[in-house]
């Protein structure tokens, strides 16, 4: 009841916006009336005008003010030339066609509704093709480009050379995007007025121009103004389940720290004996009674192996803690620094569990690199290179090569300290079975506050592969992810986004809801004369599908097509062997050679036709009938099964009976369908059946049943789009990040001086840095640390003496480094020509984030694996994956500052290396550096324009906690209870 009046109350407001239209219908064709008198080119003439009264407007909302005011005019120029095209001969994929259309009046509405953002609902054969172009050309006047989607490469290039000739004689240009083109013409194609292309080519051209593209040049897209979706239901339903991927060789290895993982362990090995030894000395120390001494010797332990057993021990004696407190404070006093200095050196490393950190001492350092006791300091690049340059021996050539040997020295050094400086961590601050465990070979986080395994979370930086190398674990994946969108994010871009299908009413909630999309329900342009019969319902699917065949055997007697719908490929190929067995001729088709489809699908009408059908096959071209199949009843749609969404059903159905044409259609159900067994439909019915008394061999029809199975469709539907809701929102996640990263990406190719941007990171990084070693905690300030960061990120060559940073507030500290820094960069660009630097400037920025961001989707993909795997208490899932994704892309921010800062002096000069990583990229993804085409970017405003600031004050997903009712859906989508599924106890 409820439902019935709200379909009254829905379906009164269609019909009132219906009403309304059709005023301006009229409008639309008085209008129409009068261009006739005018030649073509004053038709044509109208275009630019509008185009050039548009240019002035730099407002959208403005713009689209405008566009709504000339809209009946527009819309009448376009209807009028489609009439002065009629007669002539139009080349369509290769073949002339005679052009014969004049936009109906409901086409008109179809436009209208169309230019609003909204989907439109036209059934099949009512030319959605022609309604697009009004629309489309009205937009395009804009000036921003206009978009049709398809859904596949064959109906893209047949909609632009169909409809292009519509445009082109209006004077506007159409292109079309296609699998196989390269990127120089597919931007051709987007700088046209209008362009056609599969919703996968839109997509992937997004990822290339904002994840890979690293110039303006090589980006193809120029913004997201307008987009019609054909089809739309199938794209943003459909297919809401599978993002585009675009994948590469996986950046994540082990490898290097497999490497170093021996001398490393040696390392710890040793430290471990030292510290024994350090232990017992301390025992007898006490036990003979020299508090003092033994205390002493506890400290250097506790600096050593903070988590020693021994220390343990003794720090839960109230008297030895005392001692062993005092100690401590004793050395941090500023009497004792030397002292404290001294200790520390006399073990291999120190450890600050505290901050998380392990340092190397000289002896330690010697033990790893024997001899070489510069082993993990940064070279001073810039007192070389300046020495090379005033070595009148070297030519030229000599100078670029020896710089660049100086260079890669300094970047293996650079990696090797990284390397190094995680195993060390892993190693001493990450214990088995307190920070983590190792479950199915794979290292397994244990939250430090909850004790709740993390399953899916990774370390970042290189610190998780450490770990795995630690534990001889080894992850392998050959391929990752190295930019993905679901396609339904990629639609969320549009200023403006419109779709068309011939089925959208029964998901009508679900548009409105994820996408805003409302659905108009536009009326045939003649009345639908097709019968559809009550469904047929059977015992076994052997019956069903014998009765099927005698009605096909029947209809053929008489000549009369048939299109027989299948839900799957396996069902179409069980049928035609039947058909086989009764020498029935008949075609096969199951989507995948569009065009050849295409071609028998348009032939599906013709008298004595049999074509056998999956779902998507042959979308999006229409079954005209042939001679006498009229007097025949039109086509014949038999539907071999119910699918799970109405929609489908719907789609099948609507195959028949275009533009006032009879038809007929018929679903065969039996009980032991899919959708009968699994949603409840079969039990009520066989009731039903019983009341009947139903005999073997025997079928059923009564609109009852209908009904019957129409809620089990809807019950499934219900289901399949929480599922679907659940996706997105999980996706929103990665999505918000991703618009910061891509963001920042682009600020960075399009700033002018990129140089600003690595600026702004040094003036951020460096006082948080010097900060974070400054603060006071019990241990005081750490100026040996500070000073190790600095050499091992800038290449200053620092000494304690020339720094003297002891004793300075930390901002003046930052202010001497970050001048430092910035001088001796200056001083290394200096002598560079400055576009060369900009380039390198912007490699750096790119390479950062590119090469963290890769790292960051693998961790992505793994925390969302995981996250379903953990047994939480009343914790959903999507929260979790929520804060944990935030934590994680806080830390992502702050490793792409500190990469940059590291490889800004690490890059080499004469751009090898930003040769090499263009050299690195798939060919395919960029087109070669050319020049002259800037001036086509200069005034292109696209969807690229989000300042770097953008980045540094994003925080792109709160952190978050709801409790979950037990008796509620799970939300992870399975479709149970919360309580016996996520919410089970573990
Ligand atoms: P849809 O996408 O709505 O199913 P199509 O765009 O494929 O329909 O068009 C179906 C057929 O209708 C095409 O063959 C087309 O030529 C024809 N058609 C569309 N509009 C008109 C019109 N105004 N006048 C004559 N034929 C039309
Ligand atoms: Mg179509």
Redesign the pocket.
């Known amino acids: 009841m409820v439902n019935w009046i709200l379909k009254k109350i829905v379906g009164s407001k269609n019909q009132r916006e219906i009403k309304r239209l059709r005023k301006i219908v009229t409008q639309i064709n008085e209008i129409e009336a009068r261009l006739t008198s005018l030649s073509d080119d004053e038709l044509r003439a109208k275009t630019a005008f509008w185009k050039n009264e548009l240019a002035k407007i730099s407002d959208l909302n403005e713009q689209q003010a405008y566009l709504d005011q000339i809209l009946p005019e527009a819309f009448a120029v376009v209807k009028n030339a489609?009439r002065r095209l009629c007669g002539q001969e139009v080349l369509v994929c290769d073949q002339p066609i005679v052009w014969?259309?004049?936009?109906?009046d409901v086409?008109l509405i179809g436009g209208m509704v169309l230019h609003q953002g909204k989907i439109t609902e036209?059934?099949?054969?009512?030319?959605?093709?022609?309604?697009a172009t009004l629309p489309l050309y009205l937009n395009a006047l804009a000036g921003r480009g206009a978009h049709l989607v398809t859904v596949n490469d064959y109906l893209a290039k047949r909609?632009s050379d169909w409809m292009g000739s519509l445009f082109k004689f209006l004077g506007l240009t159409c292109g079309c995007i296609q699998n196989d083109q390269p990127p120089e013409y597919r931007r051709e194609q987007y700088y046209c007025d209008i362009t056609y292309g599969t919703n996968s080519e839109f997509g992937f051209d997004y990822l290339r121009d904002n994840g890979m593209a690293t110039t303006r040049e090589t980006q193809v897209q120029r913004g997201y103004a307008y987009a019609i979706v054909?089809?739309v239901d199938s794209i943003l339903i459909d297919e809401a389940r599978t993002p585009l991927i675009i994948s590469g060789p996986s950046t994540v290895t082990t490898q290097n720290y497999d490497k170093y993982k021996p001398v490393v362990e040696q390392l710890v090995k040793k430290q471990s004996l030292l510290c024994n030894r350090l232990a017992s000395e301390a025992e007898e120390l006490f036990a003979a009674g020299k508090k003092e001494e033994g205390a002493q010797v506890y400290f250097k332990l506790k600096l050593g192996q903070p988590r020693h057993k021994s220390l343990l021990r003794a720090m839960e004696d109230p008297e030895l803690r005392r001692a062993i407190e005092k100690v401590e404070l004793s050395y941090y006093s500023d009497t004792l620094k030397e002292e404290l200095f001294r200790v520390k050196e006399e073990l291999y490393f120190t450890i600050d569990e505290r901050a998380h950190e392990a340092d190397l001492s000289e002896m330690g350092r010697e033990f790893l690199n024997p001899g070489d006791p510069d082993a993990f300091v940064l070279p001073d690049l810039i007192s070389e290179f300046a020495e090379i340059d005033l070595d009148r021996d070297l030519t030229d050539a000599q100078r670029i090569e020896e710089k660049a040997k100086r260079q890669a020295f300094c970047d293996k050094q650079a990696e090797r300290i990284h390397n190094i400086t995680q195993l060390l961590r892993a190693y001493c601050l990450f214990e088995k079975d307190v920070q983590y465990v190792i479950e199915e070979n794979k290292v397994v986080i244990v939250d430090e506050y909850t004790g709740r395994k993390m399953p899916g979370r990774r370390w970042s930086d290189g610190l998780h592969q450490a770990v795995e190398a630690k534990e001889g674990v080894q992850v392998d994946r050959e391929t990752q992810t190295l930019a993905t969108i679901t396609i339904q994010n990629y639609f969320r871009l549009y200023f403006k986004l419109a779709g068309?299908t011939?089925t959208a009413e029964t998901e009508a909630n679900e548009f409105h809801d994820i996408y805003k999309l409302d659905v108009v329900v536009i009326p045939t342009?003649q009345p639908c004369i097709r019968k559809d019969l009550n469904d047929l319902i059977f015992k076994t699917r052997r019956e069903k599908f014998n009765a099927v065949i005698n009605e096909l055997k029947v209809a053929h007697a008489r000549q009369q097509p048939v299109l027989v719908g299948t839900v799957s490929v396996e069902t179409s190929e069980l049928l035609s062997r039947m058909l086989k067995r009764e020498k029935i001729p008949h075609t096969v088709l199951n989507a995948k050679f569009h065009m050849q489809e295409a071609e028998i699908v348009a032939r599906a009408g013709q008298p004595g036709a049999v074509t056998i059908s999956t779902n998507m096959a042959g979308r999006?071209?229409?079954i005209?009938l042939g001679p006498g199949v009229v007097e025949n009843g039109g086509l014949y749609v038999i539907g071999t099964e119910r699918h799970e969404s109405r929609r489908i059903d719907r789609q099948l159905r609507?195959r028949c009976s275009?533009?006032g044409d009879p038809g007929l259609s018929r679903f065969y159900v039996s009980f032991e369908d899919d959708l009968m067994r699994n949603f409840g439909a079969a039990d009520r019915m066989t009731a039903i059946m019983e009341r009947f008394g139903m005999k073997e061999g025997e079928e059923l029809e009564h609109p009852w049943l209908n009904k019957s199975v129409e809620t089990a469709q809807r019950r499934v539907e219900q289901r399949n789009y929480m599922m679907r809701r659940r996706t997105l929102e999980f996706d929103d996640v990665m999505n918000m990040q991703r618009e910061v990263v891509y963001g920042l990406r682009n600020d960075s190719i399009e700033n002018e001086e990129p140089r600003k941007i690595v600026y702004e990171i040094i003036d951020e990084t460096i006082p948080a840095k010097v900060e974070s070693f400054m603060e006071a905690d019990e241990t005081g300030p750490n100026y040996a640390g500070l000073l190790n960061w600095v050499n091992s990120t800038f290449p200053l060559g620092l000494t304690a003496e020339k720094a003297g940073f002891e004793g300075k507030p930390p901002e003046e500290i930052a202010a001497w480094i970050i001048e430092k820094v910035k001088t001796s960069y200056e001083l290394k660009t200096k002598g560079e020509e400055r576009e060369a630097v900009r380039s390198l400037e912007r490699y750096i920025i790119l390479n950062a984030i590119d090469r963290l961001w890769q790292e960051h989707l693998y961790a992505m993909d793994s925390l969302r694996e995981g996250v379903h795997l953990r047994a939480y208490g009343q914790k959903d899932p999507l929260i979790e994956y929520k804060n944990e994704a935030y934590d994680m892309f806080v830390e992502l921010m702050g490793n792409i500052k500190n990469e940059v800062l590291h490889n800004l002096f690490r890059s080499t000069s004469n751009l090898q290396a930003f040769e090499h990583f263009m050299a690195s990229l798939p060919q395919n993804l960029l087109h070669q550096e050319g020049g002259g085409e800037n001036n086509i970017l200069g005034d292109v405003t696209g969807g690229a324009e989000q300042p770097a600031a953008k980045l540094r004050a994003a925080v792109p997903v709160r952190r978050e906690d709801v409790k979950v009712n037990r008796n509620d859906p799970c939300p992870c989508g399975s479709g149970r209870k919360y309580k016996s599924c996520c919410g089970r106890k573990a």
């Open positions: 489609a014969n259309m004049v936009h109906f086409q036209m059934a099949t054969g009512e030319g959605k093709t022609l309604v909609d054909d089809e068309m011939g342009n999006g071209t229409d005209k609507g275009r533009q």
